[in-house]
């Protein structure tokens, strides 16, 4: 089966970075596009970033534009998010999602890893 498995979060202070990871298994990696989707305490899920299978083309969320990096690494099956200067907003709970064959839609979420970014 799918598996998306999120690592690398945890308590940060403002201005501190993190590397999230995901491990994925279940399905040929390197066919598909994946996602990174937040969801902050209270609110509901927002579009982070997708790269295509190749990692040749990635999309960003204007706000997320400088400070985050999305890379893959085909060959160890996993996705990464590369977050800097954290802020107190950038606090949620981070997924990672494969798309569907058409990289328009997720058609399977991992159960995420939280970031917390508080002093």
């Known amino acids: 089966e799918v598996q998306l498995v999120e690592s690398g979060g945890g308590l940060v202070q403002p201005g501190g970075s993190l590397r999230l990871s995901c491990a994925a298994s279940?399905?040929?990696?390197?066919?598909?596009?994946v996602s990174w989707v937040r969801q902050a305490p209270g609110k509901g899920l927002e579009w982070v970033s997708t790269?295509?299978?190749?990692?040749?083309?990635?999309y960003y969320e204007e706000s997320m534009k400088g400070r985050f990096t999305i890379s893959r690494d085909n060959a160890k099956n996993t996705l990464y998010l590369q977050i800097d200067n954290l802020k107190s907003d950038d606090t949620a709970v981070y997924y990672c999602?494969?798309?569907?064959?058409?990289?328009?839609?997720?058609?399977?979420w991992g159960q995420g890893t939280r970031v917390t970014v508080s002093s």
């Open positions: 999602a494969k798309m569907g064959g058409g990289s328009e839609y997720p058609d399977y």
């Open positions: 790269i295509a299978s190749t990692g040749t083309n990635t």
């Open positions: 279940g399905f040929t990696f390197g066919r598909y596009a």
